[in-house]
């Protein structure tokens, strides 16, 4: 009697027949999930002020020097520059066989186009001021860019390795306009797939890349979890592969589960409270004083950050070249009562304290402050921001006089490494928003001219004297509170290698490589 054969049946007679059971099987996709604490809040990094969101762009981006784990510089898309001898003239070699996502050459004129684009003031780019002392960029040839600038800008090779400078192809720049900040096209080693700015971020892996070694694996994605438990949880759980930060209070735990590694590791990513001077009773130096003085920083780390850290002990952490170490505000709330006395204000006052960050540890962190100005009869509301609430209602606000802040609850990492970029952008009077992050309106003339004078002086113990008389004169006008510098704290899967957190919170994850 002839069998019959089923349809299931032939497949799995042919099957058999050309050997497909004998086959090796498929290798499985190398995926990588990292959790973040907040959301993506822009993919062009010209227009960003948040350290998360170059640090992603750092997948499907790249500029041509870059900072490695360590903040020192490296060259990514350079070869190597020379200067003048008079710090104007700087020239750049490109390196060669380098393509964007799109196709597009990497070359001299798209280094030109980038450039160009953020000088462009009509353009309105948040990162305008790092750019601002550049007179102009010419394609020497195909493989040399010459940057000239205004004046000498000792820093400006930091500015070149910050993820700010990253190169976008020119072709996407002329297809998208301003859109381009919803489809970033770069030469990094992931290109881009989706973004949900609440939700996640995914890239997969650039064929193309010019270093053949990388990237190792397929897919990345970055999601947002916000609440502490649950990014604590979802490491755990093996739904994310990398966490940063970790909550502090789940460090522990973490730290006892043989498949995961918990590392401890320094930060320059500051904590501050910034006052807005232009407004009543900020405009009072007695009163930012007072809370100053009325803020137990040690207890506020025990607290919010789980004992990693320690208080800020100047404007710019020691750890970032020309940083200086002050006597810290010690814990008074006495002192603090009766300056505020002084000041006219012996019942205390009302305000608004607003957090820049909505994730669990920021809530911790106001929720204490709040209980702490109290104490000296301070009474602040409290509002948590939403990234995109924070663009809105604090670094958008186009008139100093109708900004509606009043306490800002924010944190800054100097991320070129060198105290121009913790100063400028925070303290500087042509610092204000929308321009930059001078939340606190804060202006003293003597220090405009300290942060002028010493972007043009080479010599570092002149530099060294100018930035110490800067960072004592803010230290003392108090427009911050100055709260903590608490430590990077991340954890990872056994599997996972390649990935670092870095001094200043970002990322560095060229070569990161799951083992299955």
Sequence with gaps: MMKKFTPTGLIAAAALAFGVFNA??????????????????SLDPYNTNSTLSMAVGKSYYEGL????????????????YDVSADGLVYTIKLKHGVKF?????????????????????????ARFNQFNRI????????????????????????????????????AALKKYGKDIAFHPVGTGPFEFVDWKPSEYLKVKKFAGYWDKSYPKIDNLTFRTVTDNNTRAAVIQTGEAQFVYPVP?????????????????????????????????PFDNLKVREAINYAINKNALIKVAFGGYGGPMEGVV?????????????????AKARELLKEAGYPKGFTSTLWSAYNDGTSVKVVQFVQQQLAQVGIKVSLQVLESGQRVQQVQSVQ????????????GWSSSTGEADWALRPLFDSSAWPPVLNNTAYYKNPA??????????????????????????????????????????????????????????????????????
Excluded: C
């Excluded at 900072?67 to 020192?72: A, R």
């Excluded at 001299?108 to 003031?121: F, G, S």
């Excluded at 040839?141 to 910050?162: M, R």
């Excluded at 008139?399 to 924010?410: C, G, S």
């Design 317 to 333: 952490p020691e750890s970032v070249d020309y940083g200086v170490k002050m006597k810290p505000w010690p814990y008074d709330p």
């Design 135 to 170: 007179k102009s960029v010419e394609a020497v040839d195909p493989y040399t860019v010459k940057f000239t600038l205004t004046e000498p800008f000792s820093p400006f090779i930091n500015s070149l390795a910050h993820p700010s400078a990253m190169m976008i192809s020119p």
């Design 447 to 516: 220090v405009d001219a300290d942060i002028a004078k010493a972007l043009v002086i080479t010599d570092r113990k002149q530099k060294a004297a100018i930035y110490k008389d800067a960072q004592e004169k803010i230290w003392k006008d108090a427009p911050w509170a100055f709260l903590a510098i608490p430590s990077n704290i991340s954890a990872q899967s056994k599997n996972l290698t390649g990935m670092y957190t870095m001094p200043d919170g970002s990322f560095e994850f060229r070569g990161i490589d799951l083992k299955q």
């Design 101 to 125: 996502q799109d196709g597009t050459d990497f070359n001299a004129e798209a280094v030109k186009v980038n450039i160009d684009r953020v000088m462009d003031k009509a353009n309105h780019l």
């Design 399 to 410: 008139n100093p006089k109708d900004a509606q802040v009043r306490i800002l609850y924010a």
């Design 24 to 41: 090796p099987a498929a290798l499985a996709s190398k995926d990588v999930t990292v959790a973040v604490p907040i959301a993506v809040d």
């Design 248 to 280: 502090y209070e789940q460090a522990i735990i973490l730290k006892k589960n043989p498949k995961l590694t918990v590392t401890d590791s320094p930060s320059i990513s500051v904590k501050y409270l910034s006052f807005n001077m232009l407004q009543k």
């Design 65 to 80: 020097f870059a900072f490695d784990k360590d903040l020192k510089i490296v060259n990514l898309l350079a070869t190597g």
